[in-house]
């Protein structure tokens, strides 16, 4: 981490807040091998679930992704990639995790299939935190453990059901039509501040303001240690994990350049710190990853934090259990600011730390008091 001036938008409240891929055909294509019941009266592979592939000595040493996605001939290479990268295709050694492993002559492949999303997710009546709206966006306070829009494993109780809800059918079709008004995002257990775009104009003008960086936007981390220095960068490609395909990690070739400003606002000795964190680029796990890399993973992080850190042993009993089962990462949105779609007038917004996040550091505060 090296040192450099960040601009200060002042000390953070701690109150408690109410590619297209063609389908080439081979001539050995292998046939997969659907369980009793499971094929299609028209020939074609079921929809979603389980599905069996077996490689024979003409397929040896093929990418796997391509190998399945020949054998389906009704599924993308790219989407297996994804399948993959979801830890859906096993062989009959173990998990396949790289995309580019090659093909096992005789080998037996498996690939779990998750039920289609639908095209238009259904409106839910959820419950939302409103800090300004009008005809053309809103702006809200997201709670920690809603997950943004509709996935695999996540079809329905999101935000973009929520949404729908509240906005009624115009809602429907502004941006992608699976995730409308999306126009950022943030991890399904990072609470705070987002943007939604209610018209098309809003959703074109707030996603060119996203992609050029045009915005101020500041996040609170609780992490394990103290930086050094404590004001400062962390400059890294972000790719995905080579070795688990879940995590994102700093990687030397394929990744996307990335850059987080960052200043710490509170130190309890050199067991852990409170940061200030801004983004110059917007990667997936950003904050998250370069902290780690760093060697000061968030507190709670139940992606980038593989053992304890050596920082906990500092940290005596019983609040040291607290920290290290604290349920989710301890990383909130606090600032957000933009320039509004249609007025261009500056506009900005702040959510205070959540009840989870004040309570524990409040727990610090009374048991490394003094330190």
Same mark, same amino acid.
């Given at each position: 981490m090296k040192s450099t001036w960040m601009p200060s938008l002042g000390e953070l409240d701690l109150p408690v807040a109410s590619p297209s891929v063609s389908h080439r055909r081979v001539p050995n294509?292998?046939?997969?091998?659907?369980?009793?019941?499971?094929?299609?009266?028209?020939? %074609?592979?079921? %929809?979603?679930?389980?599905?069996?592939?077996?490689?024979?000595?003409?397929? %040896?040493?093929?990418?796997?992704?391509r190998f399945i996605a020949e054998a389906m001939g009704t599924m993308s290479r790219s989407r297996v990639k994804t399948l993959i990268d979801e830890s859906r295709l096993r062989s009959d050694i173990g998990t396949v995790t790289q995309p580019a492993e090659p093909v096992r002559a005789g080998a037996i492949y498996t690939l779990d299939v998750p039920p289609p999303i639908p095209a238009t997710p259904g409106a839910q009546v959820i419950p939302l935190t409103i800090l300004y709206e009008d005809s053309d966006l809103i702006v809200l306070d997201k709670p920690a453990g809603l997950v943004v829009h509709p996935a695999p494993g996540n079809l329905d109780g999101t935000l973009v059901n929520a949404l729908l809800a509240h906005c009624g059918p115009g809602f429907t079709g502004i941006g992608a039509e699976r995730r409308p008004g999306i126009v950022h995002r943030l991890d399904k257990d990072t609470s705070g501040v987002m943007v939604v775009a209610k018209t098309q104009l809003a959703n074109d003008v707030l996603t060119t303001a996203f992609a050029a960086r045009d915005l101020d936007r500041a996040y609170v981390a609780l992490c394990w240690g103290l930086p050094n220095p404590m004001t400062g960068e962390i400059e890294g490609a972000i790719g995905r994990d080579k070795q688990d395909r879940k995590r994102m990690a700093i990687v030397g070739h394929g990744g996307k350049a990335a850059l987080t400003r960052y200043r710490t606002t509170r130190a309890w000795g050199t067991s852990l710190a409170l940061l200030e964190c801004r983004l110059a680029t917007g990667r997936t796990h950003q904050i998250r990853v370069h902290l780690s890399a760093s060697g000061h993973p968030v507190v709670g992080d139940p992606v980038y934090i593989r053992r304890v850190p050596a920082a906990a042993k500092t940290v005596g009993q019983p609040l040291r259990g607290r920290l290290l089962d604290f349920p989710r990462q301890a990383l909130h949105a606090a600032i957000l600011g933009f320039a509004h779609p249609r007025t261009g007038k500056p506009m900005s917004f702040s959510a205070a730390v959540p009840a989870d996040m004040a309570t524990l550091i409040r727990d610090i505060d009374t048991n490394m008091a003094g330190t």
């Open positions: 294509r292998p046939e997969p091998l659907y369980p009793p019941g499971r094929m299609t009266t028209n020939g %074609a592979p079921p %929809a979603s679930g389980p599905i069996r592939f077996t490689a024979g000595a003409e397929h %040896a040493g093929q990418r796997v992704d």
